[in-house]
């Protein structure tokens, strides 16, 4: 029953991602922020050293996730070494947060960004910035619907009576998907 919820629901997102033109902005959000950095964030000593950038970058990262709930599976760092500017991206799965960190003054702008409920099931359809977890479970859900289909073609062919009718069924599918191929390319 569980590889049927999940093959219900790539299903039903693989419809709506053939669909662009429903996309609503239901749960759609969009904020900006500005903060100060903590006093011992800001006397982090930045060089040009970039496994310690970004050992500094996750510091401060980890304190936008624990004090402002600043969600994302994949961060991305920039530093700008003159202007003394850190810039943290955050992305998850329908939205991202942009941080701005001057580091001399400790201000930080914060932008965050949710596209709404549909744009979060279609990114997770996709996989899109959903981190390590969801594409493993992308990938059984995946390896479950072929086990399903072999050992269905299994069970058909183990019946001669349902043989033929099955077969020509499968062939008729396989027409179909070519024939619709064909007709897209033109």
């Known amino acids: 029953m569980l590889v049927g919820v999940l093959l219900l629901f790539f299903a039903a997102t693989g419809i709506t991602l053939n669909h662009p033109e429903w996309q609503n902005k239901w749960g759609a959000s969009s904020a900006q922020q500005q903060l100060q950095l903590p006093q011992a964030l800001m006397q982090l ?9 970004a050992r ?11 004090e402002h709930q600043v969600q994302g599976a994949v961060l991305n760092f920039n530093f700008e070494p003159d202007e003394q500017l850190l810039e943290l991206d955050f992305k998850r799965p329908a939205g991202y947060s942009a941080v701005l960190v001057a580091l001399e003054s400790g201000r930080v702008e914060l932008s965050t ?20 977890s969801w594409k493993w479970l992308i990938d059984a859900t995946a390896v479950a619907c072929l086990l399903f289909g072999i050992s269905g ?9 349902r043989r033929n009718s099955g077969v ?8 179909f998907v070519l024939i619709a191929y064909l007709a897209a390319l033109h």
Not at 153 to 161: E, G
Not at 168 to 175: C, D, Q, S
Request: negative net charge.
């Open 113 to 132: 960004e949710y596209a709404g409920t549909l744009a979060l099931l279609n990114d997770l359809h996709k996989g899109r910035y959903a981190g390590a």
């Open 168 to 175: 020509n069924t499968a062939l008729f599918g396989v027409l």
């Open 56 to 66: 500094q970058a996750e510091q401060i990262a980890q304190w936008l996730r624990a």
């Open 153 to 161: 073609f299994y069970l058909l062919w183990r019946q001669p009576a």
């Open 45 to 53: 000593h930045w060089s040009d050293d970039e496994l310690q950038q």
